[in-house]
Each structure stands twice: as structure tokens, then as C-alpha cells.
């Protein structure tokens, strides 16, 4: 399947439930009636689109849901949106998001219906794939005008009770741009640039390198998630944060943050950084 040349200008999207979040480009779906999701076969390919403005009340730009080969997301440009690029569900194959750029925007509904929701730039979420080097997420960038609740890139791996163990690994998030823009509150509760943030699944081997996060942020990097004792353990393990540029980034509480999931990670930063780690064992690395 491959969808590509398309241009989508000031779209209206729904502003009642279930249909909480709205997709420009959407391929595959989820039945909320009957719990019944169905997978998308064959190679994803979503190239070269154009997304401008979009009036709902969590308006995606992109996104694909539960997909059992490869899937490709190029050079798109999504603007005026809620969430830019969005990987769901059961992905049981690699994932590749180059040359994006996405920007997003204030959405004062949303903030009147559901205050605290979150925004992404680029985000993967639910049982990501465990085949090896299974994300690539490269060269895209990702502009904000968010006041609060926003992060840049953000991946969200999750095992549940009946469903397969999987794992995020192998994965590469590097030589991205993150700009944290708009009008930041005086105490403003979560601004991230990148986070990693597991329930219950296993994430190791990621590398997070050569990135350039700049604007406002209340945390540049994070690992962190939560344990369901029914499924199994949450860990972090041999993950690296290396090498990314932070310099022209305000950063309110710490460059880094390893939650006490992660054991045996790296980072590799600048004299200065802020590094808070409640693990086990993990390496900090500051150089001048």
C-alpha cells in the first residue's frame, strides 16, 4: 500500500466521542465496539503528503495502526496539528520515519475538554515491534507552539495481559530536530524533547544520538515507565543517550532522567547537564 502526492488543506474533523482523535491519512483502524482490530497486510509506504490545518478535537496528521510488514513514512509535512506522525497497535515489523517535519499547534479545545492530554511530534504506541532494529527514526523535525504537555519524540512500548511479549530494541532515534517553541507557563508540568516511557516491556539497545533539541524544556531526555505485576517487568537496559546537541535548550529540572526501571545505560552529555538517576548502575558521561 503506498499513499503519496496527496495535499490536505484546513480539514474538519469530528468533535464528539468515541471519536475522540481524528487522522488525516489514517490506514488501519481499531473497532471500539467489538474489540475486534484488524491488521493491515502488505508494505506501508506514506510519502511526500502534505497536511495543513486541521479543526478537531485531537487532530492527527498521520496515522497507522497495526501493521504486520514494513513500514515507511518519508518526507511528509504535516502542519497545524494535535499529534504529526502516529504508530499504533501491534507492529510486528520495522518501522522507518525520515525527512518529516511537523508542527504543532495550539489546540484550545482540547485543553477545555480534556486538560493535560498530551501532544506528540512523532510517537510510537502499544505492543511495538520486537524484530531487531525494528525503528528508525531519522532526520525529521519537529516544531512546537505548545505551551505545556508536548513532547518532541516519544515512543510508548506496552505488554498486556493475553497479548504476546514484546520488546523495543534495536532501535535508532538520531539526527532529528526538535524546536520547543510557544509560550511557556511560569511552571510549566511536562515539556520533553525525547522520552522512551515503558509499561511493563523490555527496552534495550536503543540509541538516541545526534539529535538537536532547542526552546524550552523541563526534561530533554527520558526514560521512565510503569509495572503491571500481572504482565511482567519493566527494564532498561544497555540503552544510550549520546552525543545530541542541548545547548540552545533552556532546561528547567535535568537533561537527563533514568527512572529506577533502567539499569546499565548511558549518557553521554556536556558539562552542566542536569542528570537524575534513580537506577541501578547506569553511566554518566560529561565532557567539556
Same mark, same amino acid.
Given at each position: ?69 514494513? +513500514? &515507511?513514512?518519508?518526507? #511528509? $509535512?504535516?502542519? !497545524? *496539528? ?11 515489523? @520495522? ?110 539497545? +536503543? &540509541?538516541?544520538?545526534? #539529535? $538537536?533539541?532547542? !526552546? *524550552? ?11 503491571? @505485576? ?59
Amino acid at each position: 500500500m503506498s499513499i503519496h502526492h496527496n495535499t490536505l488543506v484546513d480539514l474538519v474533523g469530528v468533535r464528539f466521542l468515541p471519536s475522540f482523535s481524528a487522522s488525516a491519512i489514517r490506514i488501519g483502524r481499531r473497532n471500539i465496539f467489538t474489540d475486534i482490530t484488524p491488521v493491515v497486510s502488505g508494505r506501508v509506504h506514506v510519502h511526500d503528503n502534505v497536511v495543513d490545518g486541521f479543526d478537531a478535537v485531537y487532530p492527527n496528521g498521520l496515522a497507522i495502526l497495526n501493521t504486520e510488514d514494513r +513500514v &515507511v513514512v518519508r518526507d #511528509n $509535512n504535516v502542519y !497545524g *496539528v494535535t499529534a504529526g506522525i502516529r504508530i499504533e497497535g501491534e507492529v510486528k515489523r @520495522p518501522v522507518r520515519i525520515t525527512g518529516n517535519h511537523v508542527v504543532l499547534v495550539e489546540n484550545p479545545q482540547l485543553d477545555e475538554l480534556f486538560p493535560g492530554t498530551l501532544r506528540f511530534g512523532i510517537t510510537g504506541q502499544g505492543s511495538l515491534a520486537s524484530t531487531p532494529s525494528n525503528f528508525l527514526v531519522r532526520d525529521n523535525l519537529v516544531e512546537s507552539e505548545v505551551a505545556d504537555f508536548v513532547i518532541g519524540i516519544s515512543m510508548f512500548p506496552i505488554n498486556a495481559v493475553g497479548f504476546p511479549e514484546y520488546a523495543f530494541t534495536s532501535s535508532r532515534i538520531v539526527d532529528n530536530v526538535v524546536i520547543l517553541g510557544g509560550e511557556v507557563p511560569a511552571e510549566p508540568q511536562l515539556r520533553y524533547g525525547m522520552d522512551i516511557f515503558s509499561g511493563s516491556a523490555r527496552v534495550s539497545d +536503543v &540509541v538516541m544520538a545526534r #539529535n $538537536n533539541i532547542s !526552546g *524550552v524544556a523541563t526534561r530533554a531526555f527520558v526514560f521512565e515507565g510503569f509495572e503491571d @505485576p500481572a504482565v511482567g517487568p519493566t527494564v532498561y537496559e544497555n540503552n544510550r543517550v549520546v552525543d545530541n546537541e542541548i545547548g540552545h535548550l533552556v532546561v528547567l529540572q535535568a537533561a537527563m532522567f533514568f527512572d529506577p526501571f533502567t539499569r546499565e545505560n548511558l549518557y553521554r552529555g556536556a558539562v552542566g547537564d542536569v542528570v537524575l538517576d534513580q537506577g541501578v548502575d547506569n553511566t554518566v558521561v560529561l565532557r567539556p
